[in-house]
C-alpha cells in the first residue's frame, strides 16, 4: 500500500507565493520521477513540473522562473515552490510519483489528493 499526502495548497493573493509539499510513504522500494500536475475547471490536466531521482527538472514555460520544483529522497518528499502567483495558475494541484514497491516489481504511478490553489484579489 502506497499513499502520497499532500499539503499546502489554499488562496493566495496576486503575486504572492505558496508551498506545496507531497509525501510518498508505505511499501516503497524505489521512487523514480516525481512531479506536480494540475487541472484548471474546464481544462485539461497539463504537468507543471517533473524531476527525477538524478534531479534532471522540466517545467513547462507558463512556470519557468516562477516555480521550483524540489526532491528530498530520504524523506520520499516533494516540493513544488510556487512565487508571482497569477490568477491563471488556479487549479486542482495534484503530485504524482512514478515508484517500485517491491525490488523487480514494475513501476507504477501513484497521486496524491489533490490541492485547491486559488490566485484571487
Known amino acids: 500500500q502506497v499513499q502520497l499526502v499532500e499539503s499546502g495548497g489554499g488562496l493566495v493573493q496576486p503575486g504572492g507565493s505558496l508551498r506545496l509539499s507531497c509525501a510518498a510513504s508505505?511499501?516503497?522500494?524505489?521512487?523514480?520521477?516525481m512531479g506536480w500536475y494540475r487541472q484548471a475547471p474546464g481544462k485539461g490536466r497539463e504537468l507543471v513540473a517533473s524531476?527525477?531521482?538524478?534531479?534532471?527538472?522540466n517545467y513547462i514555460d507558463s512556470v519557468k522562473g516562477r516555480f521550483t520544483i524540489s526532491r528530498d529522497n530520504a524523506k520520499n518528499t516533494v516540493y513544488l515552490q510556487m512565487n508571482s502567483l497569477k490568477p491563471e495558475d488556479t487549479a486542482v494541484y495534484s503530485c504524482?510519483?512514478?515508484?517500485?514497491?517491491?525490488?523487480?516489481?514494475?513501476?507504477?504511478?501513484?497521486w496524491g489528493q489533490g490541492s485547491q490553489v486559488t490566485v484571487s484579489s
Open positions: 504524482n510519483a512514478a515508484l517500485r514497491s517491491v525490488y523487480g516489481g514494475p513501476v507504477l504511478a501513484y
Open positions: 508505505g511499501r516503497i522500494f524505489s521512487i523514480y520521477a
Open positions: 524531476i527525477t531521482t538524478g534531479g534532471n527538472i
